[in-house]
């Protein structure tokens, strides 16, 4: 009996799972080998399709989650309350503020 081939998803996740199981893997390659696989599940997502050849489309997302987890896709994590605290922190004392002027004090109107 002959082979079945693998679906296109399958496919594609496999490339991504043996070349994020290498040492020396190309992080730009793996970037847009996730990216291309990711979409490909959004459109299929978008279009109602729950199940390919009997594997969830969702165990597929988690799969490519993983890997982009695991080898530092993500840009780093900050939370919106964080970003206003750091805005807050912010120094900027040394930066005059708008209204800074030097006021001119007529001597004679205060010492008499």
């Not at 190309?26 to 729950?50: F, P, Q, R, V």
């Amino acid at each position: 009996m002959a082979k079945k081939d693998k679906n296109i998803i399958e496919q594609k996740w496999l490339t991504i799972k043996l070349k994020s199981k290498t040492d020396n893997y190309n992080l730009e390659e793996l970037d847009y080998l996730t990216c291309d696989l990711i979409a490909h599940l959004s459109l299929i997502t978008e279009n109602g399709i729950k199940e390919v050849d009997g594997v969830s489309i969702d165990t597929y997302k988690d799969r490519v989650w993983w890997v982009v987890e695991k080898i530092g896709l993500l840009p780093e994590y900050r939370d919106e309350d964080e970003k206003e605290i750091i805005e807050w922190i912010k120094d900027d004392w040394d930066k005059p503020d708008e209204f800074d002027c030097e006021l001119e004090i007529d001597d004679n109107k205060f010492y008499k």
